[in-house]
């Protein structure tokens, strides 16, 4: 069993960087495949980033690509997202995601079994 607490969420002007943290406890963090989704008011939860269980592989969603990073320091079980000039369309809940049944790539929400609360990013214009 994991759980995931996201944070570093926060209101920031188009243009703008945040960077959102996911910290693990539990079992086992370095052998989950891991990701983050995001979800806007009355639209469906989306897929943004996928990390694999080393790190060695990441995917992004096209909305984000180039702008958007993933990454993990398993020592830490910790994830994050380190977002790059952001748009108000990427103004959603951001929820971290991991997989215990897969080590390498999803980009489908029902991959994932494990889920946190959920962190706030607003861009403003």
């Known amino acids: 069993q994991v759980q995931l607490v996201e944070s570093g969420g926060g209101l920031v002007q188009a243009g703008g960087s945040l960077r959102l943290s996911c910290a693990a406890s539990?079992?086992?963090?370095?052998?989950?495949?891991m990701g983050w989704f995001r979800q806007a008011p009355g639209k469906e939860r989306e897929f943004v980033a996928a990390?694999?269980?080393?790190?060695?592989?990441?995917a992004y969603a096209d909305s984000v690509k180039g702008r958007f990073a993933i990454s993990r320091d398993n020592a830490k079980n910790t994830e994050y997202l380190q977002m790059n000039s952001l748009k108000p369309e990427d103004t959603a809940v951001y929820y971290c995601?991991?997989?215990?049944?897969?080590?390498?790539?999803?980009?489908?929400?029902?991959?994932?079994?494990?889920w946190g609360r959920g962190t706030q990013v607003t861009v403003s214009s």
């Open positions: 995601a991991a997989s215990s049944s897969s080590w390498g790539i999803r980009k489908q929400s029902n991959a994932y079994n494990y």
């Open positions: 539990g079992r086992t963090f370095s052998s989950y495949g």
């Open positions: 990390i694999s269980w080393s790190g060695g592989s990441t």
